[in-house]
């Protein structure tokens, strides 16, 4: 086992790294999904869209696991444990689909697995989000300081964990899922989680030296803890704000997937492509906002990311019209690039808004906060899968007309920009009231 006496200068790098990288090639037995689903299952895109937002409800009971995480020890432990049984879930599901006869496959239960995946991954992600959150908030061994930037240096790193494991996992998905089949796919990431499993189950968590909780505190007193963090104003309406920045937005990634590969014929490789190039955005944006804009003011920081995806969104409506194309750029550029980058940037505000959270966070509820945080971004995301659906069906986008995906692409660019009229509830002195507490 890893033990603090092993002579291993950082475990909690090699941990989380490991965590956030499997984490990120997530992306690989989804994009297999996708297919299988369309291919396999002939669903339509709402139908494709309903079930990609409601295999994620396990996401929203994030502040569960967190309490509990917090609160009960395993063989006093409280994050290691959490992280093994949720990489084990999801063994079990993507190599129980990988396993399933053709007579046994349909939609109930590739959801209900699909269920059980994202239970452990939520799981095994409240648990590193919480280690992350307490390891950033602990004094700096160079400074008598608790040093606001470690947060911020530490997200950043396992930010750029989890894109390196997205652009492998897009890019080998986006190569392979045409010389195997979907359930090949979810055969070998199922190993991959079986692998995670049995390195971490041999981790002590004394090796991590995380801060010392009272492991006796109970999930009552912990949920206390979370309420008082909740009742924080600047709490309470930054993650309101951010996570209904979100949900107004009416998501289309369902009705996209189909005019790409059903109307255009995109090839699989492509969207593969597609997803290389944002993942690797998505790692250069941890990098620089590491080194040069972790001093910027979180809101407007998190105000320029909304204002570029409403500018992308109109983009998207230039290029459903053929605009690109009149002017010679071929469909296959643009979605490499353009659909790429819009994808991640609806995740880029979550770095900056994760270690702004983390520096309000009071100590003890790190895991449960960190967890609702997440969570509320999940609902977010599901609500505005559902506002998706809707608005395909009321501009009467089916899989064989896509004539009124324009209009409904410049309605999501106009509900992208509202949320920027209560930008001023995401604190705009964070810098100030960090260096307040650090004196």
Request: aromatic share 12%.
């Amino acid at each position: 086992m890893v033990s603090s006496e092993s002579g291993d200068p950082n475990p909690v790098r090699k941990l989380l790294g490991l965590g956030f990288w499997v984490q990120g090639f997530r992306c690989f037995p989804w994009m297999a999904v996708n297919f299988f689903l369309k291919d396999g299952l002939n669903v339509d895109p709402s139908t494709l869209q309903l079930l990609q937002n409601s295999a994620n409800l396990p996401m929203v009971a994030k502040p569960l696991y967190g309490l509990v995480s917090d609160a009960v020890y395993i063989s006093d432990q409280h994050r290691i444990p959490y992280i093994a049984v949720g990489a084990f879930l999801q063994a079990v599901s993507w190599l129980t689909i990988a396993v399933l006869s053709p007579s046994s496959v349909s939609i109930f239960t590739v959801t209900l697995y699909l269920l059980l995946s994202n239970l452990g991954a939520s799981i095994a992600e409240v648990a590193n989000d919480a280690i992350v959150a307490e390891v950033g908030k602990q004094p700096s061994s160079s400074s008598k300081s608790s040093s606001p930037s470690s947060s911020g240096e530490l997200q950043s790193f396992v930010w750029m964990a989890s894109a390196a494991g997205g652009v492998l996992g897009n890019l080998l998905g986006g190569t392979v899922i045409d010389r195997f089949s979907p359930q090949t796919m979810f055969f070998f990431f199922g190993l991959l989680l079986a692998v995670q499993f049995f390195i971490t189950i041999n981790v002590r968590e004394s090796s991590l030296n995380l801060p010392k909780i009272k492991a006796d505190v109970g999930i009552r007193k912990q949920l206390s803890q979370l309420s008082d963090a909740l009742t924080k104003p600047e709490i309470a309406y930054s993650i309101t704000w951010f996570a209904s920045s979100y949900a107004i937005i009416p998501a289309l990634t369902g009705t996209m997937f189909f005019y790409q590969t059903e109307y255009l014929k995109m090839d699989s490789s492509v969207l593969g492509l597609s997803k290389v190039f944002g993942q690797a955005a998505m790692l250069l944006w941890s990098i620089i906002y590491n080194h040069q804009l972790k001093s910027v003011s979180p809101r407007k920081l998190i105000s320029a990311i909304q204002i570029l995806m409403a500018i992308f969104m109109l983009s998207d409506v230039l290029f459903v019209k053929g605009f690109y194309r009149k002017i010679g750029m071929p469909d296959s550029v643009y979605v490499v690039i353009f659909s790429g980058l819009l994808e991640v940037l609806f995740f880029f505000k979550i770095l900056p808004f994760s270690v702004l959270i983390a520096k309000f966070c009071p100590p003890g509820c790190e895991g449960s906060l960190m967890a609702f945080v997440m969570s509320a971004i999940a609902l977010a995301f599901i609500v505005s899968g559902y506002l998706g659906v809707a608005l395909a069906s009321y501009v009467g986008v089916t899989e064989d007309n896509f004539s009124g995906f324009p209009l409904a692409l410049l309605i999501q660019a106009l509900c992208t920009i509202l949320p920027l009229f209560g930008s001023s509830h995401i604190p705009d002195d964070v810098k100030s009231k960090s260096r307040t507490k650090t004196e």
